[in-house]
Structures are given as structure tokens and as C-alpha cells.
């Protein structure tokens, strides 16, 4: 059984910032790909930002520059930072991640998904 649990989500102002984490925990044996995605009211879920476990990263356009993904492999850990926020960055945010596991047969994988969290910016 593996697990992503998010935090750091809220309401912030035009101009602020917040730093979302996503823990995974279970029964891990390595964990690939970690992402953020994001879903507006009546909007399809969009990439955020991805970082692999080598650490190379890549964000969507209308976020680079202002947002930094980050991982610390020893917690099983991701972040977002979110740096001059806009409106428009409101949505529930989703931590994803591709997770190789310890089953009773063996090793496999699969992707999981966090509960989601919201973040508001306010105008």
C-alpha cells in the first residue's frame, strides 16, 4: 500500500507565495517520476511541474519562472514552490508519482495521486 498525502495549500493574495509538500509513504521501493498538477472548476487536470529522480525538472509555461519544483529523495518528499501568484494559479493541486513497490510477488509499479489541495489567490 502506497500513499501521497499533500499540504501547504490556502488563500493568498496576487503577488504571494506558498510552498505545497506531497509525502509518499508504503511500501516504496524507489520512487521515478515526481509531479504537480493542477484543476480549475470545469477544467481538465493540467501539468504543473515534473522532476525526475535524477532531479531534471520541466514546467509548464505559464509557470516557469515562478514556480520551483524540488525533491528530497531520502523523505520521499516533493514541493512546490510558488512564487508570485496570480488569479489565475487557483485550482486544486495534486501531487503524482511513478512508484516502484514491494509487492508479495515481487516489485512492481504503478502511478499514484494525492488527495488534492486547494489554493486560492485572490485579486
Known amino acids: 500500500q502506497v500513499q501521497l498525502v499533500e499540504s501547504g495549500g490556502g488563500l493568498v493574495q496576487t503577488g504571494g507565495s506558498l510552498r505545497l509538500s506531497c509525502v509518499a509513504s508504503?511500501?516504496?521501493?524507489?520512487?521515478?517520476?515526481m509531479a504537480w498538477y493542477r484543476q480549475a472548476p470545469g477544467m481538465q487536470r493540467d501539468l504543473v511541474a515534473a522532476?525526475?529522480?535524477?532531479?531534471?525538472?520541466n514546467y509548464a509555461d505559464s509557470v516557469k519562472g515562478r514556480f520551483t519544483i524540488s525533491r528530497d529523495n531520502a523523505k520521499n518528499t516533493v514541493y512546490l514552490q510558488m512564487n508570485s501568484l496570480k488569479p489565475e494559479d487557483t485550482a486544486v493541486y495534486y501531487c503524482e508519482a511513478d512508484i516502484t513497490y514491494k509487492a508479495l510477488y515481487g516489485l512492481d509499479n504503478n502511478d499514484y495521486w494525492g488527495q488534492g489541495t486547494q489554493v486560492t489567490v485572490s485579486s
Open positions: 522532476i525526475t529522480s535524477g532531479g531534471s525538472t
Open positions: 508504503g511500501s516504496i521501493f524507489s520512487i521515478n517520476t
